[in-house]
């Protein structure tokens, strides 16, 4: 049965990756594979824990689909007023080249403060108001991608898993950033520049403005609506990770929040400045333009990844790793590999529970998985930065895939190799880094 469910998970994956020339969504094929994955454990589980196991499952699944939505609602709520226009009109750009340095280097430190998923909805849905041409789009949000996941790991709040360490007390906020920012800015920097090349030194034209639309004709008649809309909205986002070191409730909880205050606000600017209905100006009106086949897409593939969990497939990858290889660096690296293939949440949930508290056996080695230890900065960044060689290993990969349209084999054939560029310089750096205690 183990067997089963592994082949199942290739062949859709695989089905996933050839959306493109098969021209069905790849939505079609995450919840097919979650399906019958669940039904092949079903015949492996004992019946009676089988129903807590999926809800649990699914509990952790939906916390992240809602806090999508609801970022998602936002962006694009923001997106309906104009609202990006205040950005886009400040960015100055010598040309294309210089655009995308500015760009990656805005996204790198937001996703910091943010996180990686909100930070590449927002980035993508700029560059779309600035750039008419779509593959050429395609190249900007995939290094956007890349500047995503790399800004998110060096912050304890900047991706799921750097909050999932931070929170079992594997590392913590000052040696993670002293660690793992260089390694990550490299990163970043290595494919941007490579990326770069493959640019035009063409000028950045204007983003084109319909004034018969309705949202961009809410922005020329009321831009103080526009500019409290984007204060607004930017400042709900951040509230976010606030509300979720006050409260240490989960973030799409504070996202429901800043949503619905969005929501309130709106209501009231629409019933003070008698604005339009037709202009679709509310919530719900930024709501019907979300992509549900992306949120559903989600959903297939993050079950998918919880039946393998829940088999112990994960789990026995993570203890062979630690039996077969049993060098942190080679682990923490091939773990990142993996963690583009299948989502890694799950993956550096196993390895929380495989390599804690770990005793016997050597103590140099031992001293790699103590709190603060070479590993756990090591997962950090490569769970993180390692989601980037696949558009689907991570929740900005999707995000991005989603709303540009991104096929998956063109991601591997453009973007790919140059995030592999990256993810090695920032594995080399930190290395580098753990030989300056023995040099001075």
């Known amino acids: 049965m183990i067997a089963s469910m592994i082949i199942i998970f290739v062949v859709g994956y695989l089905m996933i990756a050839l959306e493109h020339p098969l021209k069905v969504n790849k939505a079609t094929f995450a919840l097919m594979m979650c399906g019958i ?61 210089h655009l995308l340095w500015i760009l990656s280097f805005v996204t790198f430190f937001m996703s910091a403060v943010l996180d990686n998923m909100t930070t590449t909805i927002i980035m993508v849905m700029m560059i779309r108001r600035i750039l ?8 900007f949000a995939g290094v956007l991608v890349l500047a995503a996941n790399a800004g998110g790991a060096w912050s304890p709040i900047g991706d799921v898993t750097t909050i999932m360490l931070w929170m079992a007390d594997k590392v913590t906020t000052v040696d993670l950033i002293v660690n793992l920012l260089l390694p990550s800015l490299v990163s970043m920097i290595v494919p941007t520049a490579i990326a770069a090349r493959w640019i035009k030194k063409e000028k950045v034209e204007k983003p084109h403005h319909n004034p018969d639309h309705g949202p961009q004709q809410i922005a020329s008649e009321y831009p103080g609506v526009s500019k409290a809309i984007l204060i607004l ?76 969990k829940e088999a112990g497939i994960l789990g026995a990858v993570a203890q062979g790793m630690n039996d077969g290889i049993h060098e942190p660096y080679t682990i923490a690296t091939l773990i990142g590999v993996l963690s583009s293939i299948v989502d890694n949440v799950p993956l550096v949930a196993a390895c929380i529970k495989m390599f804690d508290n770990m005793t016997g056996g050597d103590p140099t080695y031992l001293a790699y998985f103590v709190e603060d230890g070479l590993f756990w900065h090591l997962l950090t960044f490569t769970a993180g ?42 594995i080399a750096v930190i290395w580098l880094e753990s030989l300056l205690p023995f040099i001075f």
């Not at 008419?132 to 190249?139: A, G, I, M, N, V």
């Not at 929740?395 to 991601?411: D, Q, R």
Request: with cysteine; net charge neutral; glycine share 10%.
């Open 233 to 308: 909205g930017v400042a709900g986002l951040l509230f976010v990770p606030v509300f979720k070191s006050t409260t240490h409730l989960p973030p799409y909880m504070g996202m429901m929040v800043s949503l619905g205050i969005i929501w309130l606000v709106t209501e009231i600017i629409i019933a003070q400045k008698h604005i339009d209905p037709k202009f679709g100006g509310r919530v719900h009106h930024a709501m019907r333009n979300i992509d549900m086949s992306t949120i559903l897409f989600f959903l297939g593939i993050l079950m998918s990844v919880s039946a393998l």
């Open 132 to 139: 008419p041409e779509q593959k050429e789009r395609w190249l």
């Open 385 to 426: 930065v390692g989601g980037s060689l696949l558009i689907i290993g991570s929740a900005a990969g999707v995000v991005a895939m989603g709303i540009e349209k991104i096929p998956f084999l063109w991601y591997l054939k453009k973007i790919t190799l140059i995030a592999l560029a990256g993810y090695i310089a920032g």
């Open 37 to 97: 994955l669940w039904c092949l454990y079903a015949l492996l589980a004992e019946p009676a824990g089988l129903s807590e196991q999926l809800k649990m499952e699914l509990g952790d699944t939906a916390e992240i689909l809602f806090f999508l939505i609801g970022a998602m609602t936002i962006v694009e709520h923001i997106d309906r007023y104009g609202g990006f226009s205040f950005i886009t009109e400040r960015i100055n750009a010598r040309d294309k080249r």
